[in-house]
């Protein structure tokens, strides 16, 4: 049952129709602005965004990145006109950040500060932002915009702190990192700070030799990286360093001679003080190292753990969630020294993997040296102390039997009942080996898994609530009966508003969606969804149309990111790799296909000055 409890709101808009143009389609009586595209200034010392891709990569330093996705705005004093927004930047797109692409010769980068541009263009932005005569605007020079980029110093905390297998040349503590890459989905804790996610961190390293088991699980390339920064370093030049270490190839006596051990320091939830100028970013290694896609709070009480769900957004990879040792107090929400705060609840826990039974049970599963493997041995056995499970977290999780899922995505948690959704974003390659909750072969569309949390840690029950689908899809494939007004794939982005609106964004890749809709986000609100019994129910085909189009985003791009201001009036959503967006009012550069794409936030309100959505 959903507890007796009753839904607050209803939705207060029409599904829109599915749209593929250059621009952002709201409902009727909603407007949608543009705010922080890629390149806007956060300080004087970044010259202003030019079409031309001639930005320096000290100017990108200063600026907003790229590829917006994850993020979250964060009230100052609880203004819902004034805040700062942190904006995740997954990757980048070459070809649109420099005036001719990137530029190299026989696999070789020739250009250094092309390599620094596009490390500058990666990480997260903090940004002041504020309403004025009812437009929302970057603040430009405020004390609290700030970047932290690949570059960036970060402190390591948690089991890997000080570990040995974080030794490298440039740190021989083991307690720094130097920057974040590939920062996909995002959180928030529930002490005010921002928790980004690394997700396909692998590829941007790569090890010819020594690779540990660690290394080949997550995915370390033994030949290839993605933007072959170290080819970027000198002969013992100034640079050598700061690039050098893409290439984590042993080439030392020992770690502390060589970047054997960079990577280790990445693939792990992030915790930023936005409030707090200068603040150090600190990598919370008790939450697991995998390609996180997002970082998501149960619902709390007081007295009790606080518990973070995460998923590896792979194929065939695990749900994790971490449970706190401390219990939690709700004066801590009210702390100024955030990170401490984060240092009690986020560094001594217990990091557990799902396994979902066949019945709608599931298992939660202790990734700690004691806890059994199917091969009859123990993870201590196996993988090693609590240092080796954190830092192999993958095979510790394959060791213990846990559920290859759909590629989980991200994780919202209904304040009204603590039900939490995951997406599962598709998984072509499931050709057997279906199980329950991954129930469809060469899943093209995706599906959203729900659970509740059981009578103890180790236990929770599970349904589906939705699967995507094309409308004109056979009865066996539409199993949740969506029409033109809803068909989806590829749910990706989720969030739920206090309301209890399920907020649901796309990064489709079914030709059969993609072919009558760009990208979007949808809304249901799941509590509204009961029986004559008052339990919830899934989407079906009698109760679909609850599940509403709101958004549909410009050609080629992703819709990612979700956040709003305390009285729900502005919604704030990331448009990523858009196709030829925003500057489409230039007619003449729009003909031309020559529109310098730019990933951008836009903001939704609604004209009458009221809530979004109902
Ligand atoms: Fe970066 Fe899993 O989406
Ligand atoms: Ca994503
Ligand atoms: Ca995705
Ligand atoms: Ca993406």
Request: hydrophobic letters at 35%.
């Amino acid at each position: 049952g959903n507890g007796g409890n009753e839904p607050s709101v209803t939705l207060g808009f029409n599904s829109i129709s599915g749209s593929k143009t250059d621009a952002c389609v709201v409902p009727p009586g909603y407007s949608a602005q543009v705010l922080a595209p890629w390149g806007t200034p956060l300080n004087s010392d970044a010259s202003p965004w030019q079409a031309d891709g001639s930005n320096t990569g000290e100017d990108q330093a200063n600026a907003v990145g790229m590829h917006h996705d994850g993020m979250s705005y964060f009230p100052l004093n609880g203004s819902s006109t004034d805040g700062l927004l942190c904006i995740n930047h997954e990757y980048i797109d070459s070809g649109a950040l420099h005036p001719n692409g990137p530029s190299e010769e026989n696999g070789i980068r020739t250009i250094v500060d092309e390599v620094r541009k596009e490390i500058n263009a990666h990480g997260v932005s903090v940004v002041r932002i504020r309403k004025e005569n009812g437009k929302w605007n970057v603040v430009e020079n405020d004390s609290l915009n700030r970047r932290y980029t690949g570059f960036t110093e970060m402190d390591i905390a948690g089991p890997l702190a000080g570990s040995d297998k974080l030794v490298t040349k440039y740190d021989g503590t083991g307690t720094v990192a130097r920057g974040t890459f590939n920062n996909c989905g995002s959180g928030e804790s529930p002490w005010g700070t921002f928790l980004t996610c690394e997700e396909n961190w692998p590829g941007y390293f790569k090890k010819a030799s020594g690779r540990t088991a660690a290394d080949e699980r997550v995915g370390i390339s033994s030949n290839n990286n993605r933007y072959r920064w170290e080819t970027a370093a000198g002969d013992a030049s100034e640079v050598d360093d700061e690039f050098a270490r893409f290439d984590a190839t042993p080439s030392g006596a020992s770690a502390g001679d060589d970047y054997r051990n960079e990577a280790n320091g990445h693939g792990y939830v992030v915790e930023i003080d936005p409030y707090t100028a200068n603040s150090r970013a600190v990598k919370r290694t008790a939450l697991g190292r995998f390609r996180h896609e997002c970082v998501v709070y149960g619902k709390l009480e007081a007295g009790q753990p606080v518990t973070f769900y995460s998923g590896h957004d792979g194929r065939f990879e695990y749900l994790y969630k971490y449970v706190s040792n401390a219990t939690w107090s709700p004066s801590d929400a009210n702390s100024n020294n955030r990170l401490e705060i984060g240092d009690k609840y986020l560094n001594d826990g217990t990091l557990y993997v799902a396994k979902f039974n066949e019945n709608g049970a599931g298992q939660w599963i202790p990734l700690v040296p004691a806890t059994a493997t199917t091969g009859g041995s123990t993870l201590g056995n196996d993988i090693g102390d609590q240092e080796d499970i954190i830092l192999d977290t993958i095979s510790a999780a394959d060791a213990v039997g846990a559920t290859p899922m759909d590629r989980p995505e991200w994780i919202a948690v209904d304040p009204v009942n603590g039900a939490v959704y995951l997406t599962l974003t598709n998984n072509t390659q499931r050709t057997d080996n279906t199980n329950a909750a991954n129930p469809r072969l060469n899943n093209a569309f995706g599906h959203i898994i729900r659970w509740m949390e059981g009578g103890n840690a180790e236990s929770f029950n599970w349904d589906i609530f939705v699967f995507g689908s094309a409308d004109d899809a056979d009865a066996n494939t539409n199993l949740s009966g969506l029409t033109a007004a809803n068909q989806f794939a590829s749910p990706d982005g989720l969030v739920t508003d206090p309301r209890g609106i399920l907020w649901i964004q796309t990064d489709n890749g079914a030709d059969e969606v993609t072919e009558e809709t760009n990208d979007q986000m949808l809304a249901v609100i799941p509590s509204n969804l009961v029986d004559d019994d008052n339990n919830l129910e899934t989407v079906t085909a009698s109760n679909q149309a609850e599940l509403r189009r709101f958004f549909v985003g410009p050609n080629g791009c992703e819709v990612t990111g979700c956040t709003f201001t305390p009285d729900l009036k502005n919604f704030f959503v990331n448009i990523q790799h858009p196709g030829n967006w925003p500057d489409t009012d230039n007619a003449a550069l729009a003909t031309a296909g020559d529109v310098r794409p730019r990933a951008a936030t836009v903001v939704i309100t609604k004209d009458d000055g009221g809530e979004i959505g109902i």
